[in-house]
């Protein structure tokens, strides 16, 4: 089995800071691209940031010079740094993981559980 699981949710003032992190556990193969999405009540999954196995990182225009994604390869773990935080932040955040476990020859997609993420105004 694969599990890619959050931490570090939580409620923060606006202009305050956050760090979540995603560990994807199992029987993993190999990790292509790790990232973050985020979901508000009422809208629809939004894509935050996403990295390569490579370093390379993308963000959505909205997190842009405020969020900052990461990796640990040997740990199977991603991370966002969110600084400067709004209220229209408030999301439930999801990791998302394109990886191929070891019963597998293709990759698929994974998703965490989600993490709460409460921005006050």
């Known amino acids: 089995q694969v599990q890619l699981v959050e931490s570090g949710g939580g409620l923060v003032q606006a202009g305050g800071s956050l760090r979540v992190s995603c560990a994807a556990s199992?029987?993993?193969?190999?990790?292509?691209?790790m990232g973050w999405y985020r979901q508000a009540p009422g809208k629809q999954r939004e894509l935050v940031a996403t990295?390569?196995?490579?370093?390379?990182?993308t963000y959505a225009d909205s997190v842009k010079g405020r969020f900052i994604i990461s990796r640990e390869n040997a740990k199977n773990t991603v991370y966002l740094q969110m600084d400067s935080l709004k209220f229209e932040d408030t999301a439930v955040y999801y990791c998302?993981?394109?990886?191929?476990?070891?019963?597998?020859?293709?990759?698929?997609?994974?998703w965490g559980q989600g993490t709460q993420v409460t921005v006050s105004s």
């Open positions: 998302n993981a394109n990886l191929v476990d070891t019963s597998s020859l293709t990759y698929r997609e994974y």
């Open positions: 199992g029987r993993i193969f190999t990790i292509n691209t």
């Open positions: 990295i390569t196995s490579g370093g390379t990182k």
